[in-house]
């Protein structure tokens, strides 16, 4: 019913300040949202506990026992030794000894139990807290719900930078539309290419301005969706060229020593990257570390890739809690899964039933552990986490109202988080 | 070999007739007449192989029929069709589709002016002949075929493509297409087809692409428990990976050069096998097990069976795939989730497709030349308030999105012409097919005479692939997905390479004196259409207000090559 008419022409110039709200655009999915509400109005805002999340998303699946949750007593559960920690009675693998030293400032989460165990239904269980095409509806990644819930706006940069490897649909608006889609920056070291036009500024001007008048014959006549899109798009990338502030794409800004402290790899300049775009007030960053689909020779790659892990996060809790953004910053850690807790072969599968993530930053109470897998890390004894609990969690910490409907384009009502979920409260306490 | 093929057959045929009842019954379960024809017990041997059009169809009549289907549920639904498409639609639309490219502008105005009653079947035959055909058919099997992952992206795959390219470009029946793919043996330098093997790294990596791409069919949630919601069993998963299990990785190494390959009797490393695995027999979905000589490989049987007349599987998964691609939508969708829960629109037609598809000997040009000729096909994009809601039954063409290869061989058909000054017809037009290589009579094509071959073809596809790769989303995203994101609309605006447009209108200056003129080429090279007289009058008076005319034009060329009607295939 709220579907946008591309018969009404937009004003002229009118593009060139898109992105100031209420530029209606056509969601990928045919489904928007028929509410205006902002969570900006809504007394769940005044009750967020963080202004902006970096989500590190550890790509493939890590293991919980050779990393956060390890099984000294249990041989097959995995070769790596558990080193004492800043906090007495947590222990964490050996592979990580710079955040061992900073694990007051993490809670522990050693009860995920979700239930896809295939890396892109995963991928999009977790990213969106819905099941794969569920009720056959498009369902926004939690950056988008995020965009869309606290992003300014009136921001020159888009709320929502994905640094990953690979594009697919879990990190996708769904029914929020193309407005709340995530930048994607595939190489941290060369950040956002071509943001300088050729020629003088009021030459671009006038070739969009030339576009913008060519649009309307298309858009008039064939009616599709895309040219919303595409001038949504278009909008964004126009503000984003014209902003002082896309310089917090180049992270060659920062000194040697700096870069070496988080690392000179994809990961470690992509947390840089993530620090300097939060300083820039960008609201959600996702960090990839891809890898960890570790079937085969898992004990060589998991030694390699907590050897990247462990100074990029060390690094930036630590550079954010200098520069006074931790407390309203939340970090989580994160895969789409787990892996099975005993080895098959030289590898390890994919597991859901038990896993681990970690909560950082955003005042809650670190050096816990919340949650319990048994002996033998297999499945949960204590505080299991769903997928919903998980999502519900982030929403909360982010002053996102994940209890409120929204209504969909042909009147259906739907939540952002699936049914009775069950924060997790122990995050302060 | 030979003796082991027989062997199955026998048994095989009795042993799928209940299954195949089964299946056809819910493939084609939405015509109630149909339906109660086949509910009869399935007993004896002929009761049931009766199938809907068992008569062999010209593609002009199975366009036909794909029209009767498709009015048919229109009509249903009281939805009314979108009139015929305009011929500079058509032919946009149809260069697009099948050479992956927009016409290069000295194409354009003869076919518009062309006055014959068969000139779009002419174009369709004409653009399934080119080279061009053959390059965007291998983008496509590519995608399909090489795993996007690291240790598949650390190597080249030269051979790999130009073996695709040969079969396209040779129209090889799909059946032997498939049939290379599944038995290569060799090393992938002499066999361009041993790449697809080779590039899997593990048992479950192969079972799992190619039983999507080629029966389209997803069994992988099944690896590890019995599919959610499927009917597809943990037996069905590692009895048709069983298949898979004695394909070796070769490797040699010839003056420090390393050289890979694939077989089925060579003595090296099995491709991994993933923890999950459990053995089971080599058997076909639907539970038959083959008798199998251990000593000989399987895959040859797997594609017996895939291509036999009793597969309902194989020839549909291809004629779902293709139809996606021209239509912008699968009859079935996810293309690779066929299965009997989940029919999609039209079922009878994909059943018709799929069987016409395999009587008329799996020929590919035949399938597209249907679509294509089909009212279906030719009808505008242009919605009616009375059908713009519709979304999947064909009332109107959609609008679909450039893929990246096809965006990126657009830019430069419309570049290009400013890279000679005579116009170039020859690089430009659709070329004819090279010297039909070796591979016409169904041999590997020639081996490269020398590696520096190689090299050169590598180097000359790599501003392509770089391209693509800077605009590649998701895996096989939906037709009609817009996926440019702000990296990808700075490229198109910023980058140097947009602004070789100056040189375009350059050329097109010199041979057309009137700036209305140069406006009205420069709509043929980019829109393969003449501007409006609205686009006129918007275009003229920029051209005007501009202190430099030139560049005034290199700002249109821009303009139109960022548009949406440019970026899309309507």
């Given at each position: 019913m709220n579907r946008p008419d591309f018969q009404v022409p937009l004003s002229r110039r009118e593009w060139l300040r898109l992105s100031t709200a209420g530029v209606a655009t056509a969601s990928l999915s045919g489904w928007l949202p028929a509410m205006a509400a902002r969570a900006s109005e809504t007394k769940r805002a005044a009750e967020a506990r963080a202004k902006r999340i970096v989500v590190l998303w550890m790509d493939g699946g890590p293991p919980h026992t050779d990393t956060?949750?390890?099984?000294?007593?249990?041989?097959?559960?995995?070769i790596f030794k558990p080193i004492d920690t800043k906090v007495p009675g947590i222990q964490i693998s050996e592979l990580l000894p710079r955040f061992s030293k900073i694990v007051d400032r993490a809670a522990i989460v050693r009860s995920m139990s979700t239930i896809e165990n295939e890396h892109n239904r995963a991928r999009v269980h977790l990213r969106t807290g819905f099941r794969d095409s569920q009720g056959g509806v498009a369902w926004p990644s939690l950056g988008s719900i995020c965009s869309q819930e606290i992003g300014d706006p009136n921001a020159d940069l888009p709320s929502y930078v994905a640094i990953a490897e690979r594009r697919d649909k879990s990190f996708a608006p769904g029914f929020l539309g193309t407005r709340h889609q995530p930048l994607f920056v595939t190489n941290p070291s060369k950040g956002v290419e071509n943001l300088a036009a050729p020629g003088a500024p009021e030459q671009l001007a006038a070739r969009l301005d030339l576009l913008d008048d060519l649009e309307q014959g298309f858009a008039r006549d064939y009616r599709s969706p895309i040219s919303g899109d595409h001038k949504t798009v278009y909008g964004r990338a126009v503000q984003m060229m014209r902003s002082s502030k896309a310089k917090a794409f180049d992270v060659t800004q920062e000194s040697d020593a700096m870069r070496e402290r988080y690392g000179k790899n994809r990961f470690g300049e992509g947390c840089l990257l993530a620090r300097r775009l939060l300083e820039a007030d960008v609201k959600y960053v996702e960090v990839g570390l891809e890898g960890?689909?570790?079937?085969?020779?898992?004990n060589d790659q998991i030694k390699k890739l907590c050897g990247t892990l462990d100074p990029g996060m060390t690094a930036l809790i630590t550079d954010l809690e200098e520069r006074g953004l931790l407390d309203d910053t939340l970090v989580v850690w994160m895969g789409e899964f787990g892996r099975t807790p005993k080895f098959k072969g030289k590898g390890r599968d994919h597991y859901a039933k038990a896993w681990t993530t970690l909560f950082m930053g955003a005042g809650i109470t670190g050096g816990q552990v919340i949650g319990r897998s048994d002996a033998t890390g297999a499945t949960v004894e204590d505080r299991p986490v769903s997928v919903q609990d998980f999502m519900a969690t982030i929403c909360g910490i982010m002053g996102v109202d994940c209890e409120k409907e929204v209504v969909l384009a042909d009147g259906r009502p739907v939540k952002f988080?699936?049914?009775d979920p069950k924060p997790i409260t122990e995050l302060y306490r | 070999m030979t003796g082991s093929r027989t062997a199955f057959v026998g048994s095989y045929r009795l042993g799928l007739m209940a299954w195949l009842v089964a299946s056809s019954l819910s493939f084609g379960g939405a015509n109630a007449a149909e339906t109660s024809a086949v509910?009869?017990?399935?007993?004896?041997?002929?009761?049931?192989?009766?199938?809907?059009?068992a008569k062999k169809l010209s593609a002009a009549e199975l366009a036909r029929q794909i029209d009767v289907h498709v009015a048919r549920s229109l009509d249903a639904k009281k939805i009314p069709t979108s009139p015929r498409s305009e011929d500079a639609e058509f032919m946009r639309r149809v260069y697009l589709d099948v050479t992956g490219t927009i016409p290069p502008l000295d194409r354009v105005e003869p076919f518009l002016n062309d006055s014959r009653s068969d000139k779009r079947a002419r174009l369709i035959d004409e653009l399934l002949g080119t080279e061009e055909y053959a390059r965007h058919m291998t983008d496509q099997w590519r995608e399909f075929l090489i795993p996007n992952t690291a240790a598949s992206a650390r190597r080249r795959h030269e051979t790999g493509i130009q073996w695709l390219e040969a079969a396209f470009r040779t129209n090889r029946p799909y059946d032997e297409f498939v049939r290379g793919v599944l038995t290569a043996d060799g090393m992938q330098r002499n066999n361009g087809a041993t790449t697809f093997l080779l590039t899997h790294q593990s048992l479950d990596e192969a079972t799992d692409r190619l039983s999507r791409v080629l029966l389209g069919v997803q069994i992988t949630c099944a690896q590890c428990h019995d599919h959610p919601f499927a009917d597809w069993k943990q037996d069905d998963y590692w009895g048709t990976a069983a298949f898979f299990s004695k394909v070796k990785h070769q490797y040699e190494r010839i003056e420090r050069v390393e050289h890979y390959g694939v077989s089925e009797r060579g003595e090296r490393k099995p491709m991994m096998v993933p923890p999950s695995h459990r053995v089971v027999p080599p058997t076909f979905l639907g539970g038959t097990r083959p008798q199998l000589d251990p000593d000989e490989p399987y895959l040859p049987v797997f594609v017996d069976w895939l291509s036999s007349a009793e597969n309902p599987y194989f020839a549909r998964a291809f004629a779902n795939r293709l139809w996606r691609k021209l239509m912008g939508r699968g009859l079935v969708e996810p293309v690779d989730d066929l299965r009997e829960a989940n029919p999609g629109t039209h079922p009878e037609l994909l059943a018709l497709l799929g069987e016409q598809f395999r009587r008329n000997g799996f020929d590919v040009h035949y399938l597209i030349r249907a679509v294509a000729l089909s009212e279906t096909y030719q009808r505008t994009s242009r919605s009616l308030d009375a059908n713009?809601?519709?979304?999947?039954?064909?009332?109107h063409m959609p609008v679909k999105v450039l893929t990246p290869y096809m965006l990126g061989d657009s830019i430069q058909t419309v570049m290009l012409l400013g890279d000679t000054p005579a116009a170039t017809p020859a690089t430009a037009a659709p070329t004819k097919?090279?010297?039909?290589?070796?591979?016409?009579?169904?041999?590997?094509?020639?081996?490269?005479?020398?590696d520096d071959q190689l090299k050169a073809a590598q180097r000359a596809r790599s501003t392509r692939d770089q391209f693509a790769s800077f605009f590649r989303g998701e895996e096989n995203p939906a037709p009609t997905l817009y996926e440019t994101g702000m990296p990808q609309a700075l490229r198109l605006m910023n980058s140097q390479d947009m602004f070789r447009g100056s040189r375009v209108v350059g050329v097109l200056s010199q041979k057309n004196k009137q700036p209305e003129k140069v406006i009205e080429q420069i709509y043929l090279a980019a829109l393969a259409r003449r501007p409006t007289g609205d686009e006129r009058r918007i275009v003229l008076g920029y051209v005007k207000s501009q202190p430099d005319a030139t560049r005034a034009m290199t700002d249109v060329v821009w303009a139109l090559l960022n548009g949406t009607e440019f970026v899309t295939n309507h």
């Open positions: 956060f949750d390890l099984k000294p007593d249990v041989a097959e559960c995995g960890w689909d570790t079937h085969f020779e898992n988080v699936d049914k | 509910r009869k017990p399935p007993v004896g041997k002929q009761t049931t192989t009766k199938k809907p059009a713009r809601a519709d979304a999947e039954w064909y009332s097919p090279a010297t039909p290589p070796a591979a016409a009579s169904g041999k590997p094509p020639a081996e490269p005479s020398a």
